[in-house]
Nanobody, 123 residues
Framework: QVQLVESGGGLVQAGGSLRLSCAAS????????VGWFRQAPGKEREFVAT???????SYTDSVKGRFTVSRSNAKNTVYLQMNSLKPEDTADYYC?????????????????WGQGPLVTVSS
């Protein structure tokens, strides 16, 4: 089992940047696919980005060119760099992990979850 601890959420003005971190303990993180999801008030949890064990990444269309997911296996940590933030990016952001091969964009495919720090983007 792996435990995920997130950090880096907060309040930022539109156009600003934040970096979220997702630190893992309990297992070798390099063996896991890691996804980022977000959930705004009153909305369903939605896929944001994912990074494979190989380092290959994918993004939902609304964040392409603005968000970057990366990983440091030495630090057992995955990052989500968010640039050019918009008010519609406001949500709780969750990292999630699974050993399932190519889990895709469904939250149901992920087994372990972080606590979901709030990101608020003011206009």
């Amino acid at each position: 089992q792996v435990q995920l601890v997130e950090s880096g959420g907060g309040l930022v003005q539109a156009g600003g940047s934040l970096r979220l971190s997702c630190a893992a303990s309990g297992r070798t993180f390099s063996n896991y696919y890691v996804g980022w999801f977000r959930q705004a008030p009153g909305k369903e949890r939605e896929f944001v980005a994912t990074i494979a064990r190989s380092g290959i990444t994918s993004y939902t269309d609304s964040v392409k060119g603005r968000f970057t997911v990366s990983r440091s296996n030495a630090k057992n940590t995955v990052y989500l760099q968010m640039n050019s933030l918009k008010p519609e990016d406001t949500a709780d952001y969750y990292c999630a992990a699974t050993t399932t091969y190519s889990p895709g964009t469904s939250p149901n495919a992920y087994d372990y979850w972080g606590q979901g720090p709030l990101v608020t983007v003011s206009s």
